[in-house]
T-cell receptor, first 115, second 115 residues
Framework: AQSVTQLDSQVPVFEEAPVELRCNYS??????LFWYVQYPNQGLQLLLK??????LVKGINGFEAEFNKSQTSFHLRKPSVHISDTAEYFC?????????????FGTGTQLKVEL | ETGVTQTPRHLVMGMTNKKSLKCEQH?????MYWYKQSAKKPLELMFV???????ENNSVPSRFSPECPNSSHLFLHLHTLQPEDSALYLC??????????????FGPGTRLTVL
């Protein structure tokens, strides 16, 4: 069975500072990893995904994540955050290909960017 | 309209009411999903449909009844709900093709309150 741990439920950070949101996963087979963002009163929007290949994945809005197999981690980073990045961020894992694959989500990290 | 749409956006119902949530995707996808998002809990997968066939029922109580008349539409019929069923219900869709790692695209959700 697969699982995702997001250790930080809230991360406060000042505008223009760097940020890292942590994600660790467990899975017995090949994994596919995703980060989603949820702005208030909205659904989830895909930020980036790791399927294979380069372990450094770049996404939208200046975010990037690094897949580390030995540490079973997929941490999300941004070198300089903006007020508009305030949102909840979810890490998710899937070990399936094919139609209707199941995603297992973490509990989310609330990023609060302050002036 | 583009992407995944959900109606209504907000719903308040009594425990004896019957109501339905609607989801429509305009992405040409074949797989559709229902998720439940409760405060402080990971997103819970409820149902998965692929090419109109239900492929996953994650031990969801029978007071939730899904319907997928075609690949573009997904309904969640609700009856005799409990207050603990109050949550944000998210619909998602993906390509659903065998041998591919699916990316799920989410709608904005329906905020359900059961009195």
């Amino acid at each position: 069975a697969q699982s995702v741990t997001q250790l930080d439920s809230q991360v406060p950070v000042f505008e223009e500072a760097p940020v890292e949101l942590r994600c660790n996963y467990s899975s017995s087979v090949s994994v596919y990893l995703f980060w989603y963002v949820q702005y208030p009163n909205q659904g989830l929007q895909l930020l980036l995904k790791y399927l294979s290949g380069s372990t450094l994945v770049k996404g939208i809005n200046g975010f990037e994540a690094e897949f580390n197999k030995s540490q079973t981690s997929f941490h999300l980073r941004k070198p300089s955050v903006h007020i508009s990045d305030t949102a909840e961020y979810f890490c998710a894992v899937s070990d399936q290909t094919g139609g209707g694959n199941k995603l297992t989500f973490g509990t989310g990290t609330q990023l609060k960017v302050e002036l | 309209e583009t992407g995944v749409t959900q109606t209504p956006r907000h719903l308040v119902m009594g425990m004896t009411n019957k109501k339905s949530l609607k989801c429509e995707q305009h992405l040409g996808h074949n797989a559709m999903y229902w998720y439940k998002q409760s405060a402080k809990k990971p997103l819970e997968l409820m149902f998965v449909y692929n090419f109109k066939e239900q492929t996953e029922n994650n031990s969801v109580p029978s007071r939730f009844s899904p319907e997928c008349p075609n690949s573009s539409h997904l309904f969640l019929h609700l009856h005799t709900l409990q207050p603990e069923d109050s949550a944000l219900y998210l619909c998602a869709s993906s390509q659903g093709l065998a041998g591919h790692v699916d990316t799920q695209y989410f709608g904005p959700g329906t905020r359900l309150t059961v009195l």
